[in-house]
Structures are given as C-alpha cells and as structure tokens.
T-cell receptor
Framework: KQEVTQIPAALSVPEGENLVLNCSFT??????LQWFRQDPGKGLTSLLL?????REQTSGRLNASLDKSSGRSTLYIAASQPGDSATYLC???????????FGKGTTLSVSS | NAGVTQTPKFQVLKTGQSMTLQCAQD?????MSWYRQDPGMGLRLIHY???????DQGEVPNGYNVSRSTTEDFPLRLLSAAPSQTSVYFC??????????????FGSGTQLSVL
C-alpha cells in the first residue's frame, strides 16, 4: 500500500532563506506527483504537477524535483517570504488511479 | 469561473441528524471527489465519481452516500451523524476521468461538528 511521508512536520525560517521541503513515497510506480499549498482554514491549491517522465517543474520561486527510483521529491522555495507561510502537502495517485494519497504536510512559518 | 464551490462553510449537527454537503464545479470536470481532513490522519478519500451517474467508494465511505446526477454537482449525504464524523470536508475535481493525470482543484471546505 502506497504511503507518503513528509519530514519535517514543521519548519521555521527567517525571511529570505532558501529552503527545501521533503516528500517520500513507498511505491515508485507512480504516474506523477503533486505539491499543494494549504492556508489555515482554506482549501488546497495545486502548486506543481510533475509527470513521471519529468525530473523537475518550476513555477516562479518554486522548484519541484522527482526521483522515482529513490521514492523522493523535494520542493525548493527560493528567497522565502512571510506570504509563503502555509502547510505544504505532496500527493501521489493510488494504484488504481482513482484518488490521490496525501502526506500529512509540512507547516512552514517564515518570519520577517 | 467560480471553480469548486462548497456549502455550507460551517455546520453543527446533533448525533443522529442527517444533512447534505453541497459541491458544485463550473469547469466541466469529469472527476469529482470528497475527502475528509482530520488532525494526525491527513486527507482521506470518502467517495469519488468519474462522470455523471458513476460513483464509487474511497477509503472511508461508511456513513456517507453520494450521487452524481449532473456533471456539475456532487453532494455528500451524512445519513445519521456521529461524533466520529466531526471533521473538515473537502470536495475536489479534475478535468480528466482520472485523479492521476491532471491538477486537482479543491473547494474551500466545510467544517462539520457533530455533538
């Protein structure tokens, strides 16, 4: 059964720092991986979708990488800002392709 | 484009009451789903649909019913509310019939408390 783990559960950094969030998954036979952002009391917003044939996806200050063979993905945030404070979740499809399996997220706090 | 709209945003029920959480999307998405989010448990799939008239169970379907009579709407019914159903409920949709190929769009959630 696919399991998705995100470490650390929480992270605090000063503004301007570059940071990396980690995501690992147990079954490497995935079609893609998505990174989401969730603000307190809000729904999830998809940030990046990496297909299994890709190794990286970039959007602005965000860069996500995918290494299927090692079962890992990282989300790199450059020059962090207080507005980046949120919970970041990664998710992979289940084997049947009927749903996404989510990690429990990393809660990021960026102080000014 | 409103995206995925969920109503109500907050609801308090007594044990044994029934209610329907509404979800509507205006993006002509085929795939729709319901998740619940609980502290320490993360997001878990309740039910999903790959098109009008087609629904199936997810990981935690007990105590919930769904129907998909139109492409746009995917209501979630709580048959007889229990305190264990206290949670935040999210509706999500994507363009393709699969949850795997496209970005998943979420509603803003319904916070439900069952007393």
């Amino acid at each position: 059964k696919q399991e998705v783990t995100q470490i650390p559960a929480a992270l605090s950094v000063p503004e301007g720092e570059n940071l990396v969030l980690n995501c690992s998954f147990t079954d490497s036979a995935i079609y893609n991986l998505q990174w989401f952002r969730q603000d307190p009391g809000k729904g999830l917003t998809s940030l990046l979708l990496i297909q299994s044939s890709q190794r990286e996806q970039t959007s602005g200050r965000l860069n996500a990488s995918l290494d299927k063979s090692s079962g890992r993905s990282t989300l790199y945030i450059a020059a962090s800002q207080p507005g980046d404070s949120a919970t970041y979740l990664c998710a992979v499809p289940n084997q049947a392709g009927t749903a996404l399996i989510f990690g429990k997220g990393t809660t990021l706090s960026v102080s000014s | 484009n409103a995206g995925v709209t969920q109503t109500p945003k907050f609801q308090v029920l007594k044990t044994g009451q029934s209610m329907t959480l509404q979800c509507a999307q205006d993006m002509n998405h085929e795939y729709m789903s319901w998740y619940r989010q609980d502290p320490g448990m993360g997001l878990r799939l309740i039910h999903y649909s790959v098109g009008a008239g087609i629904t199936d169970q997810g990981e935690v379907p007990n105590g919930y019913n769904v129907s998909r009579s139109t492409t746009e709407d995917f209501p979630l019914r709580l048959l007889s509310a229990a305190p264990s159903q206290t949670s935040v409920y999210f509706c999500a949709s994507s363009y393709s019939r699969s949850a795997t190929n496209e970005k998943l769009f979420f509603g803003s959630g319904t916070q439900l408390s069952v007393l």
